[in-house]
């Protein structure tokens, strides 16, 4: 019997109450809960401790505006607010105030209004203390041959056992957030050759698109930093299907990825049921893939 069912990792995944399914749930996770307002729209969920930092103008400077239960970020041009919550996040750095901020990426995600308004860009390390949608895209690489499990084989990585977040996981062949700039296609382009040395004419010929996923993740202590943060997400999810290139074999290229392994579909719901995906990559394979 697994440890863990699809169900079981469906709700690790995506641990927050959602309003249709659980209303009372959601209702009272999101009574604890300050609000980021930009106008009128919600763009992000604060815990108290957060919450309590951002108001103290000595500890955040004075970039935000406190307003019943909800916070919002000063500036009327993108530019002055990708500068404010910069300036923010520096004070909270030099005072070390947040864990979280200790894997500073120097790379930077765009936030953006319901409508697709770019509204700021932030340091890659600290959206989830904003609790703010980040977006990535998720590549599999696979083969078909009936001499494994399922018709189908998938590249499965091993996360390298140096990393701050899940060392030593498995994962989707190759992935990444999308930084301010990229679209998800160019950050596949650009994963596959970092973590796992494909060609880019045979990525930019073959990848296809095969859908996406949303959820709302709760942060454990693998994730790196404080847990409980509050990680909403968008993967946009793709296939490479090699079954006709066996000469492509992925390999590490950086210091992201220990090794790959061609395994079978059972194997991968085997390894699935004990745990040891990545939480939000066992989502991709679990609702993405035709061969789940």
Known sequence: ???????????????????????????????????????????????PSISATLQDPHLSGPHWSTK??????????PSERSQN?????????????????????????????PQGELL??????????????TYGAHLTAY????????????????????????PGYLDNTVAGGIAAGYTAFETIVKECAEEASLPEDLVRERAKCVGAI?????????AGGESGLLQPEVQYC???????????????????????????VEEVKARLGEGRFKANCALVILVSRSYS
Do not use: Q
């Open 85 to 113: 919550i910069h300036a923010t996040l520096l004070l909270w750095r030099e005072k070390h105030l947040f864990r979280i901020l200790d894997g500073w990426r120097n790379e930077l995600y765009a936030v953006y209004a």
């Open 238 to 264: 793709y296939d490479l299907d090699l079954t006709d290139r066996r000469d492509i074999v992925p390999k590490p290229c950086d210091d992201e990825v220990e090794g790959f392994e061609l395994l079978g």
């Open 120 to 133: 700021f860009t932030i340091e890659r390390s600290a959206a989830a203390l904003f609790g703010l949608v």
């Open 1 to 47: 019997m697994p440890a863990y069912t699809p169900l079981d990792l469906l709700n690790h995944g995506d641990g927050f109450p959602s309003a249709s399914s659980h209303p009372a749930l959601h209702s009272e996770r999101l009574s604890t809960l300050t609000l980021f307002l930009h106008g009128t729209h919600t763009i992000g969920y604060l815990l």
């Open 143 to 166: 083969i078909r041959d009936p001499v494994y499990s399922g018709g189908f084989a998938l590249w499965i990585p091993t996360r390298s056992r140096t990393k701050s977040t899940y």
């Open 214 to 222: 949303s959820y709302f993740h709760i942060r454990g202590e693998g």
């Open 68 to 77: 019943g239960n909800t916070i919002s970020l000063l500036g009327s041009t």
